[in-house]
């Protein structure tokens, strides 16, 4: 008879509602709080979950001391980021601010092409007029295509403005993750009772899936574009590229978005062949077809049986976390649409092999 009391129906129902009410305001109220650490936090996340085959082995180095294999790899990883970081982010502002000085003194001056461009084909008349007018009267260049290096030069500022951000935020997220592999078991078992929460009889594969995608994202795609740029970037280096810092981060953009370094290492090449001694030229040359044939041998290797996800994806995950977060959104927009793509994926086909194996009434 108390069921059909509508006094308490009304009273279960606005408790229910308050208990909502409250929910929700607790859950507000911690994302607000976190919100400045969501990103990291999430990267972080995806580091553990890579490199935990390796944080592995250094465990069974160290008979079993999980906190001491943590320390060690968590260093062993800022060192790798941070040296070769700092010498290309301090190129980069140096590199910037050298060209902002000049450009503000009406010093900027661009070397004429070489005689070597002469024996050039004719598909490349186009681009040497414009270099040609740019080296003889820069402003003139400027006014004729200044929506095009408006659109560059924006793209380049805000590159260039979230790389020191960037690096703090992979500094902060690699130590995140190393206290994340020292407390690995309840890490792992508490993400499995999340997913199982969400996903029901589901969530055990989908768990297992999420981290074979992660470690295959990070290792085949962003492992490859970290190499690549790295090669190219070395090579600038050695060869005396002008602004090589600016190139090599050009570099690792492209080849995180699925185009590879070729839009940057391709001009420089010919450039180099124009302004260098020819035994420079050719070595950067040969370096250079080097590191873009590595990405076919590369990726096979890394990614093992198949591709994550389309091209497309890894592409638009990719764009879409640069602009909406910056470096730090470069790498990680593409883990987490290759996520979501495989998640979606699989809930398709296990809602297909349910349908196909459900009795018809």
Same mark, same amino acid.
Request: with cysteine; net charge neutral.
């Given at each position: 008879?108390?069921?059909?009391?509508?006094?308490?129906?009304?009273?279960?129902?606005?408790? *229910?509602?308050?208990?909502?009410?409250?929910?929700?305001? +607790?859950?507000?109220?911690?994302?607000?709080?976190?919100?400045?650490?969501? @990103?990291?936090?999430?990267?972080? &996340?995806?580091?553990?979950?890579?490199?935990?085959?390796?944080?592995?082995?250094?465990?069974? /180095?160290?008979?079993?001391?999980?906190?001491? !294999?943590?320390?060690?790899?968590?260093?062993?990883?800022?060192?790798?980021?941070?040296?070769?970081?700092?010498?290309?982010?301090?190129?980069?502002?140096?590199?910037?601010?050298?060209?902002?000085?000049?450009?503000?003194? %009406?010093?900027?001056? /661009?070397?004429?092409?070489?005689?070597?461009?002469?024996?050039?084909?004719?598909?490349?008349?186009?681009? @040497?007029?414009?270099?040609?007018?740019?080296?003889?009267?820069?402003?003139?260049?400027? @006014? #004729?295509?200044?929506?095009?290096? #408006?659109?560059?030069?924006?793209?380049?500022?805000?590159?260039?403005?979230?790389?020191?951000?960037?690096?703090?935020?992979?500094?902060?997220?690699?130590?995140?993750?190393?206290?994340?592999?020292?407390?690995?078991?309840?890490?792992?078992?508490?993400?499995?009772?999340?997913?199982?929460?969400?996903?029901?009889?589901?969530?055990?594969?989908? !768990?297992?899936?999420?981290?074979?995608?992660?470690?295959?994202?990070?290792?085949?795609?962003?492992?490859?574009?970290?190499?690549?740029?790295?090669?190219?970037?070395?090579?600038?280096?050695?060869?005396?590229?002008?602004?090589?810092?600016?190139?090599?981060? &050009?570099?690792?953009?492209?080849?995180?978005?699925?185009?590879?370094?070729?839009?940057?290492?391709?001009?420089?090449?010919?450039? *180099?062949?124009?302004?260098?001694?020819?035994?420079?030229?050719? +070595?950067?040359?040969?370096?250079?077809?080097?590191?873009?044939?590595?990405?076919?041998?590369?990726?096979?290797? @890394?990614?093992?049986?198949?591709?994550?996800?389309? *091209? +497309?994806?890894?592409?638009? &995950?990719? /764009?879409? %976390?640069?602009?909406?977060? %910056?470096?730090?959104?470069?790498?990680?927009?593409?883990?987490?649409?290759?996520?979501?793509?495989?998640?979606?994926?699989?809930?398709?086909?296990?809602?297909?092999?349910?349908?196909?194996?459900?009795?018809?009434?």
């Amino acid at each position: 008879m108390e069921s059909n009391n509508p006094t308490l129906r009304f009273e279960k129902l606005v408790d *229910m509602l308050v208990r909502l009410a409250v929910l929700f305001f +607790l859950i507000g109220w911690c994302f607000v709080i976190l919100r400045p650490f969501v @990103l990291i936090l999430i990267w972080a &996340g995806v580091i553990a979950i890579a490199i935990y085959p390796v944080y592995s082995f250094f465990t069974k /180095i160290f008979r079993g001391r999980k906190t001491l !294999a943590a320390v060690v790899l968590t260093v062993l990883l800022l060192s790798i980021l941070i040296i070769p970081s700092w010498f290309v982010t301090q190129s980069v502002f140096e590199e910037v601010s050298h060209l902002r000085e000049l450009n503000k003194d %009406g010093q900027l001056v /661009i070397p004429p092409p070489g005689e070597n461009t002469l024996t050039w084909p004719g598909i490349t008349k186009p681009i @040497l007029e414009f270099w040609k007018l740019a080296s003889d009267n820069l402003k003139e260049a400027v @006014l #004729k295509y200044s929506d095009q290096l #408006k659109a560059a030069g924006a793209w380049l500022l805000t590159a260039v403005a979230g790389i020191g951000m960037g690096l703090l935020q992979f500094v902060a997220s690699i130590i995140i993750a190393g206290v994340l592999l020292a407390f690995s078991t309840s890490a792992g078992d508490a993400t499995t009772k999340v997913f199982v929460k969400l996903a029901g009889t589901h969530g055990e594969s989908f !768990a297992t899936i999420t981290v074979a995608t992660v470690r295959s994202v990070v290792k085949g795609i962003l492992g490859v574009a970290v190499i690549q740029a790295a090669m190219a970037g070395l090579g600038f280096f050695i060869a005396g590229v002008p602004y090589a810092g600016v190139w090599t981060v &050009g570099c690792l953009f492209f080849a995180i978005i699925q185009v590879g370094a070729g839009p940057i290492a391709i001009p420089i090449a010919i450039y *180099m062949f124009s302004v260098a001694d020819t035994l420079t030229a050719v +070595l950067l040359a040969i370096w250079l077809l080097i590191t873009l044939v590595s990405d076919n041998i590369l990726k096979p290797l @890394l990614l093992g049986r198949g591709a994550p996800a389309p *091209m +497309l994806v890894v592409f638009l &995950g990719a /764009i879409g %976390g640069f602009i909406t977060s %910056g470096i730090l959104g470069l790498f990680l927009g593409a883990v987490i649409l290759t996520i979501g793509y495989k998640l979606f994926m699989v809930w398709l086909e296990s809602n297909h092999d349910e349908a196909s194996v459900t009795p018809t009434p």
